[in-house]
């Protein structure tokens, strides 16, 4: 035995005093205050794990969610795929306008991929319900705005953080990284070329031409919309990208002509 | 409060935890699933949105 440890002297003569106060303390009526404070206590944990969940868990859960999800949307629409039509990528399809909440595109985007969570790869649907759309974790097509492709402004809505966070990494997007809308069609590949803040009133941004009203379009913009800073309403980030390319849905093409840089992703594959 | 649950629980010590375990994992469930997502339309930040 080394000297100088922390064992008490003689327990075994105390140990049956002790396990008698237990006993009575175990008996002793409950206290009010006691009650109350392990309530509190109670409380103050409820409060940290819903915050866990909402600001963190919560997004990882829904993101691993909406990830299957578009996979297998993407098998869906391969199913249906027919060869496109002659003139290959040179023209540019647009679609007509769904019917609002109704799913019909998919954002991929590699820059936000995370390690440890499945690739960001999440659904799109139409109008901008709180209730019908971005509180079901999607991200919400402006309908007073133009569709993918469309010479205009393509704008979407999305949370920051909790509700998926599908816009968190909004402002870690580089010059030049590729933002693409999957669509039954094929993939728009778009180019993010600058971030903006605005006021919650800015509706400029949804202009075809980007905070230049009454102008007649002749580029087709992304706009991405979200809520600055983080876990605030009082501005909105706001992210564009310029079109580059369309990639049509082609059945005799590998991964039916999605482009080398995510294919992976919209087959499901890796992370 | 929880001095009193240990004592209403059955058995040896070690099947009070088992149980105390097994009720957590089912309420920390319930609270994922239903209490949190409609605490969550109370508080979280809703507006994303431009609007006019």
Same mark, same amino acid.
């Given at each position: 035995?080394?000297? %100088?440890?922390?064992?008490?002297?003689?327990?075994?003569?105390?140990?049956?005093?002790?396990?008698?106060?237990? #006993?009575?303390?175990?008996?002793?009526?409950?206290? !009010?205050?006691?009650?109350? %404070?392990?309530?509190?206590?109670?409380a103050g944990v409820l409060v940290l794990l819903f915050l866990g969940w909402q600001l963190w868990l919560q997004d990882i859960i829904?993101?691993?969610?909406? *990830?299957?999800?578009?996979?297998?949307?993407?098998?869906?629409?391969?199913?249906? #795929?027919?060869?496109?039509?002659?003139?290959?990528?040179?023209?540019?399809? !647009?679609?007509?306008?769904?019917?609002?909440?109704?799913?019909?595109?998919? =954002?991929?985007?590699?820059?936000?991929?995370?390690?440890?969570?499945?690739?960001?790869?999440?659904?799109?649907?139409?109008?901008?319900?709180?209730?019908?759309?971005?509180?079901?974790?999607?991200?919400?097509?402006?309908?007073?705005?133009?569709?993918?492709?469309?010479?205009?402004?393509?704008?979407?809505?999305?949370?920051?953080? #909790?509700?998926?966070?599908? =816009? *968190? =990494?909004?402002?870690?997007?580089? +010059? %030049?990284? *590729?933002?693409?809308? #999957?669509?039954?069609?094929?993939?728009?590949?778009?180019?993010?070329?600058?971030?903006?803040?605005?006021?919650?009133?800015?509706?400029? !941004?949804?202009?075809? +031409?980007?905070?230049?009203?009454?102008?007649?379009?002749?580029?087709?913009?992304?706009? =991405?919309?979200?809520?600055?800073?983080?876990?605030?309403?009082?501005?909105?980030? +706001?992210?564009?990208?310029?079109?580059?390319?369309?990639?049509?849905?082609?059945?005799?093409?590998?991964a039916f002509g999605a482009p080398t840089e995510i294919a992976q992703t919209v087959l499901g594959q890796g992370s | 409060m929880y001095?009193?649950?240990? &004592?209403?629980? /059955?058995? /040896?010590?070690?099947? &009070?935890?088992?149980?105390?375990?097994?009720?957590?994992?089912?309420?920390?469930?319930?609270?994922?699933?239903?209490?949190? /997502?409609?605490?969550?339309?109370?508080?979280? /930040?809703?507006?994303?949105?431009?609007?006019?």
């Amino acid at each position: 035995m080394i000297l %100088g440890m922390t064992e008490p002297v003689g327990d075994g003569a105390t140990a049956r005093p002790k396990r008698a106060r237990r #006993a009575r303390r175990a008996r002793r009526r409950i206290s !009010v205050v006691g009650v109350l %404070g392990e309530v509190l206590i109670t409380a103050g944990v409820l409060v940290l794990l819903f915050l866990g969940w909402q600001l963190w868990l919560q997004d990882i859960i829904v993101g691993n969610q909406l *990830h299957g999800e578009a996979v297998q949307q993407n098998k869906d629409w391969n199913k249906s #795929a027919i060869a496109p039509v002659s003139g290959g990528s040179d023209v540019i399809p !647009v679609a007509q306008a769904p019917a609002n909440a109704q799913k019909f595109a998919d =954002l991929v985007v590699p820059r936000w991929n995370e390690p440890g969570q499945a690739p960001y790869y999440r659904p799109i649907a139409q109008g901008i319900g709180v209730a019908d759309v971005l509180n079901k974790y999607n991200l919400g097509h402006y309908p007073s705005t133009q569709m993918p492709g469309e010479v205009g402004n393509f704008a979407i809505a999305s949370h920051r953080s #909790a509700y998926g966070g599908n =816009l *968190h =990494l909004i402002h870690e997007l580089h +010059v %030049g990284d *590729h933002i693409f809308v #999957a669509t039954q069609d094929g993939w728009y590949q778009y180019s993010f070329r600058n971030l903006e803040y605005v006021h919650p009133t800015g509706v400029g !941004v949804l202009d075809p +031409v980007p905070q230049v009203p009454g102008v007649q379009p002749t580029d087709r913009v992304i706009t =991405l919309t979200s809520c600055n800073p983080f876990y605030s309403t009082a501005e909105r980030i +706001v992210a564009y990208g310029m079109f580059d390319k369309f990639y049509p849905r082609d059945p005799s093409k590998p991964a039916f002509g999605a482009p080398t840089e995510i294919a992976q992703t919209v087959l499901g594959q890796g992370s | 409060m929880y001095a009193a649950l240990w &004592r209403v629980l /059955p058995g /040896p010590w070690w099947l &009070r935890v088992i149980i105390l375990i097994v009720a957590v994992a089912v309420v920390l469930t319930a609270l994922v699933i239903w209490v949190f /997502p409609a605490v969550q339309t109370l508080v979280a /930040p809703q507006d994303v949105t431009v609007t006019k």
